[in-house]
């Protein structure tokens, strides 16, 4: 080894590297706690945790046990552990999701090959980015792999067999912050926090309760399943149900008034058999009661007997047989049975009040005598029995009530019958009285439509009688011109005479009625219509300038002094009306055209 024998302390720690047991000069051990398996055998390497091909992870260490490390040999170098009595490498704070270490304290000569061998035992091994300056970054595939790599944090290193320095060193392995490790940790959460709201909102919609199922649209089909529904009473609820939302949806309309008349019909037959029902769970609750008294009495009637054996045996001819503990016993024996006695007797007295409340009050005793026979039920066993034959008394008196008052209901259901019946009728009734009057007014609007269609008929035929005789005339006058042009001169002087005489007695009514009327053009009869139309709209009449603003939007050359004289002429159809005193004094034009009509 090239050191000298008189160096224990140098000898013990080149055979420890070795892996043989250090020996002392006299063949003692030099370390007694020294482990032989932990080191070297020859041609044997020990098992390590480490060794490529395991890839398994070093078994957690105690924290009160030193971690003991192992020669590591690769094919292109060998690793020597740290003195285990040195404390740990130092590492910063772990950042999340860490993937990538930082190794210092490499070889000069170390490549990526060497690299690669070394650190591919801790996992795979996905990048390794090296500096010129003896360190690297290593980037793992998972994040356990990296706890791997800080176990060989402190070994020397050394390249084959040689001793240079730049074939030696010591690795430092400590955590390394990538931007990528975050990146993928950070996603990693993010998916981790999208399950656990993924899970919340199941865990949340499993105790939530569940939603009521769709309503179906309205159809005539889904309208009959409706209706058939209803007439059962196990899916009268569901039925209801959609009917109230088709009915809020505003599906009634004249089409299908009647459909939803049917099933609202449905809906309140439907009562009958829930009062029927209601009378049979009270007709139950009332026979449970009448079990319960009767269980009650029986039982009251037992303790009464219990009572009277515990006073008997009170007495002093049975009494001064028993023990002072006998005693004792049966006197707290009888004061138990006679509270609960009282307990149950009032109970019972209880419901035979509320009983008595119902009956007539006729019926009702006096209440001292309930007094006396609660006094008397307390003092002996007689009074007990004359309690228990009272009470069998007024059970007899119950079931006679209960008579009266079953034939009561009945009287008074079948009362209500022929009430709703009655109202029934006079509603229908009613509704007929209500079609009769409608018939009759529609068979008057009629008659009046018929009339008037007579009206128009015979004003028809007047009107083509005159556009007969219209027709009539022009023929004539047509014949005459052909006459007038084949005659000669002298005939046609003969004939214009004639001819002037008849244009003459033609247009003489025509000139008499000009002559008469105060409308003397067609242009002024227009503006008398216009006029009257507009006025008739404006009943409280209008001025004489608003009246010409409106005519004029028609034509603009009407003016204001020939509208005022046409209505001054028409006395009977229009008339002109002052109002207001002074500054304020306003002219109005109102249409009286109605009234002049029945004037003449």
Known sequence: MGLPMSDPTAWATAMNNLGMAPMGMTGQPLLPDFDPALGMMTGIPPINPMMPGLGIVPPPIPPDMPAVKEIIHCKSCTLFPPNPHLPPPATRERPPGCKTVFV??????????????????CGEVIAIRKSKKNFC????????????????????????SSTDKKDTGRLHVDFAQARDDLYEWECKQRMLAREERHRRRLEEERFHPPSPPPVVHYSDHECSIVAEKLKDETKFSEAVQTLLTWIERGEVNRRTANNFYSMIQSANSHIRRLVNEKAAHEKEMEEAKEKFKLALSGILVQFEQIVAVYHSASKQKAWDHFTKAQRKNISVWCK???????????????IRREEEMEMSDEEIEDPSEMKETDESALVSQVEA?????????????????????????????????????????????????????????VQDEYKKKEAELEKV???????????ETLKEQQSVANEEDKERDVTDGQGNESSMPRVCACSQEKECPVEKTLSNSPVKSE?????????????????????????CSYLQRLDSKICTTEVEVLMTRLQTTFKQELSGVGASLEKKWKFCGFDGLKMT
């Open 336 to 350: 138990q049975a006679e509270e609960i006695r009282n307990i149950h007797n009032d109970e019972l007295m209880g």
């Open 523 to 547: 242009r002024e009869a227009l503006l008398v219509g216009i006029i009257s139309t507009f006025l008739h709209v404006h009943p409280f009449g209008a001025s004489i300038e608003y009246i």
């Open 104 to 121: 210092g304290g490499l070889p000069e000569n170390a490549t990526e090959e060497i690299i690669m061998e070394v650190f591919e035992q």
């Open 385 to 441: 029995l004359k309690e228990e034959n009272d009470s069998l008394r007024w059970q007899l008196d119950a079931y006679r009530n209960e008579v009266e008052l079953l034939k009561q209901e009945h009287g008074k259901a079948s009362r209500d019958e022929d009430t709703t019946k009655e109202q029934q009728l006079k509603l229908l009734q009613q509704a007929l009285q209500g079609m009769q009057q409608h018939l009759l007014k």
């Open 457 to 467: 008929k015979e004003d028809k035929l007047k009107i083509e009688t005159l556009l």
């Open 137 to 160: 970054h290593i980037r793992f595939a998972e994040e356990f792999m990296v706890d791997k790599a800080l176990y060989l944090s402190g070994y020397r290193i050394r390249l084959g």
